[in-house]
């Protein structure tokens, strides 16, 4: 467990020595390493695959943009892919798997694709696999399936927690570099209410990685500094391991915060993973910092190539050299900060390549030229180099850094479709003009690279903000730091050579497929994106995207900004589902709704069902039933034979009030409400503004000026949200207010023909509800059982004589026991959902399953009760020829032919046509066994189906395989004259 390449100095804590595993191997660092870094100091070089071609790949980075060491961390179900190495934080234990890799990482079978990689080109399959046909299914579509995706999942349940959270700031500093450090400092020190977040462990930024003084101490010891003054500070929150994902409207911020990820599984006990916040900010500050960018040339992927700013950061912070002998590829002087650093740790620098003019004095060797190619399967071993001169060179090294110049992180900025402005003294795009509402940028996320100008900028954006929110804010003094400008050429690639030079180290993107993509037309850079698959990595582009920039600029022969940039979008680096979810898993998943019956209907056994977010009865077993079809069956009949009593509370409830509410729902509706009286209910056909039923229910009037509508339990919400649309924008000069009230009533059905005689047993005296008194169609305000107020409707689902009784939701349970001790005397039965849903195919009625969102009034049978008199939402649209012709869908029933069931969702044949699309002529929507026809029967939509009763037609069903001969008739298996429900 020698750690080779660990060098003196460092963040690090070598009195806390950390055992960890990296593919079955067993190895050591130190607390305050990343798996990444201790991996180098261990001298693995060699971390992952890359997604296409299988290569070998390295580090690149030192931080979230790290395109290649994609890590399997854990074991078990707290196995977790796609972990980046540079950001994942040693821990005891840590178990660290490569991924995209078989059989294993240094032999890789499926690196026979790089063989092939001429084939396996930019966009080769859009191509590839249109031809033959009928390889698609068989062989392209298994093979694709298995080669696709990074990583696997362990497929168990995860065992984490994971919260969610809310706060409230002034300012949200993004970043703790010297920018957010200083700006989070001068509104603090101001009194205001800040919120500094980093995704780093350690917060400072690259003072924690650069080898510079601040106010006469260095980088590092000088943001401990004032972190702990922050920290002081009641008004301060400092939040480490937090990433800001997006910016979204009115100055909300998502982030998460990395909990417990850093500690062992032994810790994590009681502690969630992972907590998603929303952040609501007055004013938000983005110090983000920036990214270096690489410079392609061939075979510039070797493992032991990076950043240049990487392998310093891996020296000063980490105390890892990446390699015993170093060479610095770069276009710009702050690569000379790296052979610095480097030289100062005892790393041996051998050359500085630079292909500029005019290079900097150095103590090291500097070679005016370029990197024209690298050798070293799984990890560099020399670097060819075309001298200035026209001489070529071959440097013996193991590792090579790479800087191509910096770009500032302004993805955030871009989140509400700002576009960046291009600035050529650094050779960068940073934020432009067009930024959420309330941000700022400081620092070098807004080009301004010296610590000097992230300092001066940090203070001035956190006075600006604070100004802007009428506070009184003292500028800070600002610390003595180095000023040093940015010196820089321009350089993107080398030319020479025919090897691959790649951009998008993950997705296998090179410069010879930007320029494919435009021979073949895709110039624009959305569609480079999506042809190449440039940029959509799992680092977005943060990466590759310059490279791919300038390469088609150069190409098109258009500037870099007039070539322009895709949009950056949330999130800014990848999140967790399990984040995303937070506690809303399994059971809370979502919201379950009770019915005021549901712990009476518990105890009698009562199976259940979820019905959107209800749970409601789905049948009541008793002793001897074994199968849920005797319980159904069991229910239906007595319903039709005596009196049952099923909870409707879930159906939607929507209280209409003003004196213009009869006209409101005239509107709303496609018939007449206008003059229906007080103390009757009416069906009512909802449809939308194209003329398709959007719900069924009825309507209520229990006063001049007050209705109860009823809508399907699954259209409650939308519907009322519709109201609400109609109310408020369509029909604002009306008076009439609404309002949901389905949690404030418990509601019953009460159905059969004994349920006359069971209501008035429990209905105070002084209401007559006889069949005179109150007839089909009838309401009312009453009381029951000595003075409970109640809403009594006469109104059935079932097609028997029935009722639903309302009271208040306190009083539901109440009423279940009261009414079932009432009705004893009649056999009274509680039915659920299935029996509902067979009492309500036999009699022909439409639901969820007719009301699908393709039908108009016409396919239902229900053209007439569109008003041509009166103006509605979708009357006009619902005449379109396609909607109402004659020979369109009509809603019809079905019997099967046999002893089989009819599944819903099978398709309608003539009989003996070919089962193609062509001959489709609809298909069944709702199928049951019903007990009273000793038959499975059916509803569905049939083309000219109201012409064709007695025809049989074909019912297939292709997903079984099997095809039933079917009866057309009508709809209303029972009582189709409708004199039970009337009696």
């Known amino acids: ?81 796609n972990t980046r190495a540079t950001v994942a934080e040693l821990y005891n234990g840590m178990v660290a798997q490569s991924q995209n890799a078989w059989p294993s990482l240094s032999f890789d079978a499926m690196g026979i694709n790089d063989l092939f990689s001429n084939f396996l080109t930019a966009g080769f399959y859009y191509k590839t696999f249109m031809w033959p046909r009928a390889f698609w299914e068989k062989l392209y579509e298994p093979i694709i399936r298995k080669a696709a995706g990074l990583g696997s999942l362990s497929m168990q349940d995860d065992p984490d927690v994971y919260d969610k959270g809310f706060l409230h700031c002034d300012l949200l500093v993004i970043g703790a570099g010297p920018a957010g450090l200083m700006a989070a400092l001068t509104a603090g020190r101001a009194g205001a209410q800040v919120i500094l977040a980093d995704e780093d462990f350690v917060m400072g930024g690259r003072l924690n990685s650069e080898m510079i003084e601040i106010g006469g101490q260095s ?40 909990v417990s990820d850093h500690l062992p599984l032994s810790q994590r006990a009681g502690r969630a993973r992972e907590t998603l916040w929303r952040i609501y900010a007055k004013r938000s500050l983005l110090c983000a910092g920036a990214t270096e960018r690489m410079i392609a040339f061939s075979n510039n992927d070797r493992p032991g190539i990076m950043q240049a700013g990487a392998m310093r950061a891996y020296a000063n912070r980490w105390a890892v050299s990446a390699g015993q002998k170093v060479a610095v590829f770069a276009n710009n002087d702050d690569a000379y900060r790296t052979v610095r650093d480097l030289t100062a740790k005892g790393v041996e620098v051998v050359a500085v390549i630079d292909p500029r003019e005019a290079v900097p004095d150095s103590p090291i060797r500097v070679i005016r030229g370029q990197v024209i190619d690298s050798k070293g399967r799984l990890g560099l071993k020399s670097v060819r180099v075309r001298k200035a001169d026209g001489g070529v060179e071959t440097l013996a090294v193991d590792a090579l850094a790479v800087s191509g110049g910096w770009n500032p992180n302004l993805s955030l900025t871009s989140h509400q479709r700002g576009r960046p402005d291009w600035r050529d003294d650094i050779a960068a795009f940073v934020p432009g003009p067009n930024l959420p509402v309330g941000m700022a940028v400081a620092g070098a996320a807004a080009g301004d690279f010296s610590t000097h100008a992230a300092l001066q900028s940090g203070a001035a954006m956190a006075c600006e903000s604070l100004v802007a929110l009428g506070q009184t804010v003292t500028p ?121 019956s549901h712990h009476w209907a518990q105890r009698q056994g009562a199976v259940f069902v979820e019905v959107g977010q209800w749970l409601r009865a789905q049948w009541f077993p008793q002793p001897g039933e074994t199968h849920w079809r005797q319980s159904v069956d069991r229910e239906a009949l007595a319903v039709r034979k005596s009196v049952g009593v099923c909870d409707v509370t879930t159906l939607g409830k929507v209280d209409v009030q003003g004196k213009d509410a009869a006209q409101f729902l005239n509107f709303v509706y496609a018939n007449g409400f206008a003059k229906l009286p007080v103390g009757k209910t009416r069906y009512g056909l909802m449809l939308r503004e194209d003329g398709i039923a959007m719900d069924d229910g009825t309507a209520a009037r229990l006063a001049e000026d007050h209705f109860v509508v009823t809508t399907t339990t699954a259209n409650a919400g939308p519907v009322y949200r519709h109201m609400e649309f109609v109310r408020q924008c369509l029909c604002p000069d009306l008076d009439v207010q609404l309002i949901s009230t389905t949690d404030a009533w418990a509601q019953y059905a009460v159905a059969g023909p004994n349920s006359r005689k069971l209501l008035q047993k429990i209905v105070d005296p002084e209401f007559d509800i006889s069949n005179a008194a109150f007839p089909f169609m009838g309401c009312a305000e009453i009381t029951v ?178 095809t039933l001969k079917a009866r057309v008739v009508s709809a209303h298996f029972i009582d189709p004259e409708g004199a039970r429900l009337r009696d």
């Open 219 to 258: 980088g590092s010891d000088w943001a401990k500094a004032s972190l702990a003054e922050l920290s002081s500070l009641p008004n301060v929150r400092l939040m480490a391991r937090t990433t800001v994902l997006g910016a979204f409207d009115h100055g909300i911020f998502s982030a998460v915060e990395r």
């Open 1 to 81: 467990m020698t750690q080779t390449h660990r060098i003196s100095g460092g963040l690090i804590d070598r009195n806390l020595p950390i055992s960890f595993s990296f593919e079955g191997e067993r190895l050591q660092g130190f607390a305050g390493d990343t798996l990444a870094s201790a991996l180098l100091a261990n001298g693995k070089r060699l971390m992952g695959r890359s997604f296409k071609y299988h290569r070998p790949r390295g580090v690149i980075s030192s931080g979230s943009e790290e395109p290649n060491a994609l890590m399997h961390i854990g074991d078990g179900a707290y196995r977790t892919p």
């Open 476 to 596: 800070a003094t600002l610390p003595k730091a180095e000023d040093a400008p940015t010196q820089i050429t321009p350089f993107w690639y080398v030319g020479e050579g025919k090897a691959r030079k790649w951009l998008d180290f993950q997705n296998d993107v090179t410069v010879k497929d930007v320029k494919l993509a435009h021979q073949e037309g895709f110039e624009s850079v959305e569609h480079l994106k999506r042809y190449t698959t440039l940029g959509m990595a799992t680092d977005q582009g943060k990466n590759a995207n310059m490279g791919g920039l300038a390469v088609m600029s150069e190409v098109t022969g258009q500037s870099i900004p007039q070539t322009g940039t895709t949009i950056f979008r949330p999130p800014y680096t990848p999140v967790s589902m399990g984040a995303l979810a937070g506690r809303s898993t399994g059971e809370d998943f979502k919201p379950t709704r009770l019915t005021p």
């Open 785 to 962: 059982c000595g003075g409970i107020r109640a809403r009594l409707f006469r109104i059935s689902f079932s097609g028997e004589l029935a009722y639903e009784i309302a009271v208040p939701t306190r009083y539901g349970e109440s009423l279940i026991e009261v009414l079932m001790q009432a009705g004893a005397e009649f056999d009274v039965t509680p039915y659920g959902t299935e029996a509902l849903g067979v009492l309500r195919i036999e009699k022909g009625h439409a639901a969820g399953n007719e009301l699908n969102g393709q039908t108009a009034a016409a396919h239902l049978g229900m053209a007439r009760m569109v008003s041509t008199k009166k103006d509605s939402i979708g009357a006009v649209m619902t005449r379109r020829s396609e909607l109402a012709k004659d020979d369109g869908l009509r809603l019809v029933g079905f019997e099967s032919m046999g002893a089989e069931i009819l599944p819903a969702g099978s398709h309608l044949f003539a009989d003996g046509a070919a089962q193609e699309p062509a001959n489709d002529q609809g298909w069944l929507t709702s199928a049951c066994y019903s007990p009273h026809l000793g038959k499975h029967i059916a509803l569905g939509y049939l083309a000219r189906g109201s012409d064709r009763i007695g025809e049989v037609v074909d019912a297939a069903n292709p997903v079984e395989g099997k």
